[in-house]
């Protein structure tokens, strides 16, 4: 699961913001929506009207990032007609939990044969996501916007899609294309300004946020996203303005309580962090917003050099997935904690929770392609293990692993997770060059990538460059992240010259 709302995208990425868009319908035989060619939009096909109503009342919500408000809607659709299958995909999409998504998301794609050719292109595309498969994802979603070109919501998922994969040229094209087709569809405004942000063009993300809180102004989430913005300026009393502008129009969204922790981590206050943290932690309504608070706690932990108390918050996320047996979020978990362990230096204990998060997912129900990923994975965690161990010959092994798995995938995230093996291992022996070369096709939005090129440039001799990356992975200034806890102050202290690489 996802640690913030805009991560969300990155998971399946069509979310329910992207939910299918309504149009006039006339009944058919069998009580299922149609549409004229003339309207261009995606069918909404159920067997009831008041099914419809509420589905559309919660993708409202949906696409206002109220995921928990939209839930009773998708759930009274369900009741009303339980063969609505886009229902089920907005229930999968809003799901607090993992083990919740893939229980929808087999309903949905287990109704698939019952709906418009659209929704059914929708469906796969998003089963395509959560399973890892980019290339069918994006063939099924450049299918759905070719069969509706003036759809805003098919546009929106092809956009979302590129969001995903950190190409913010080609999602900003796209957001731009949906806000042509629909000038004041909200959602489309929210996400070109992460685009942008990801391009590092902060005037125009402001712009696009200001244009967000322009539409809906009654709503939290444009006020959480441009404190976002603010966050990544370092800005950071004017950024919780900003969130408690958001908790002010509702006390109950999570996510600013979230960001508000990293602005105080930031500003050198661990402690009012994590009292913010556990603040969302009392009013949770779900137990993704638990574990969002303890994850949280986990990273102000680490960040502060607290490794055993992020390793308790840790072991108290896993214990909230353990009672509903949600094996997906409790492999993440036993994931991060193994990369606390190695931090702690702490390997054989790190390997024995790899270990652990690999065996929970292949003893499980979840679909046959997350546990080959999931396997895959292993094989980066265990090359990750024997890098620290300074064991490039075990490093080696795994690193080649992943690399054929990633090669036949064909997944661009596991593709960058490759290339920052073989950046890493390159470094180690002290290839720089080699390992600019590989590290630069890292993944460029997790900071230790840009902090290992950093000591880079500076073994080649390079200083220039070296203070470039430095300075970028010292003041990355992401919502609470471990991969950034784990190299922010030492990346501080190199930028300001107390402290070479």
Do not use: W
């Not at 809607?73 to 893939?102: G, I, M, V, Y």
């Not at 696009?208 to 009654?218: G, R, S, T």
């Amino acid at each position: 699961m996802r640690r913030n709302k805009i991560e969300r995208l990155a998971f399946a990425v069509t979310l329910a913001l992207s939910a299918l868009s309504l149009i006039a319908c006339n009944k058919s035989g069998v009580g299922e929506s149609s549409v004229s060619a003339s309207d261009g939009k995606i069918p909404i096909t159920t067997k009831s009207d008041d099914a419809r109503k509420e589905y559309l009342l919660g993708r409202d919500l949906s696409e206002r990032l109220l995921a928990q408000d939209s839930l009773e809607h998708f759930d009274k659709a369900l009741a009303l007609d339980p063969d609505f299958a886009t229902a089920e995909l907005a229930r999968a999409n809003n799901s607090p939990t993992p083990k919740e998504f893939f229980a929808h998301m087999q309903n949905a794609v287990n109704l698939g044969n019952r709906v418009s050719e659209g929704e059914k292109l929708l469906i796969l595309a998003t089963q395509a996501g959560a399973n890892g498969d980019a290339a069918q994802q994006k063939d099924y979603l450049e299918k759905l916007v070719a069969a509706y070109p003036n759809d805003e919501r098919a546009q929106f998922n092809l956009a979302n899609f590129y969001f995903g994969l950190q190409d913010a040229d080609q999602s900003v094209a796209h957001y731009k294309r949906v806000t042509e087709l629909a000038p004041n569809f909200s959602p489309a405004y929210n996400v070109l300004g992460y685009a942008y942000r990801q391009q590092g063009n902060y005037a125009n993300a402001e712009k696009a946020f200001q244009k967000y809180i322009e539409l809906i102004p009654n709503d939290p989430n444009p006020y959480d996203s441009y404190a976002e913005l603010l966050l990544k300026e370092g800005k950071f009393d004017d950024s919780i303005a900003q969130y408690r502008k958001a908790l002010s129009i509702d006390p109950h969204f999570a996510a600013s309580h979230f960001g508000i922790s990293a602005d105080l981590m930031y500003e050198g206050k661990p402690d009012e962090a994590t009292t913010e943290l556990q603040a969302m932690a009392d009013q949770a309504r779900n137990d993704g917003e638990v574990r969002t608070a303890l994850f949280g706690m986990a990273v102000v932990a680490s960040d502060s050099g607290k490794f055993n108390k992020a390793v308790q918050a840790m072991d108290k996320e896993f214990a909230v997935a353990q009672k509903k047996n949600d094996a997906a979020s409790m492999s993440g978990d036993l994931q991060a904690k193994g990369n606390i362990l190695a931090q702690m230096q702490q390997y054989s204990e790190a390997k024995t929770s790899f270990d652990r998060s690999f065996q929970v997912v292949e003893s499980s129900s979840l679909p046959a392609e997350m546990k080959n990923n999931t396997a895959l994975q292993h094989h980066f965690n265990l090359a990750s293990l024997a890098l620290a161990q300074k064991d490039l010959a075990t490093a080696k092994i795994h690193a080649e692993e992943f690399r054929q798995g990633a090669e036949k995938s064909k997944n661009p995230g596991q593709e960058k997770q490759s290339h920052e093996l073989a950046g890493r291992i390159a470094l180690a022996q002290k290839d720089y060059d080699k390992a600019i070369a590989e590290l630069a096709q890292a993944n460029d939005q997790d900071p230790r990538n840009l902090y290992r090129l950093a000591e880079a440039y500076q073994g080649k001799g390079d200083t220039a460059k070296a203070e470039e990356f430095r300075t970028k992975a010292a003041n990355f200034n992401s919502l609470p992240a471990l991969n950034y806890a784990f190299i922010r102050a030492k990346a501080k202290k190199a930028a300001a010259g107390k402290e070479g690489i």
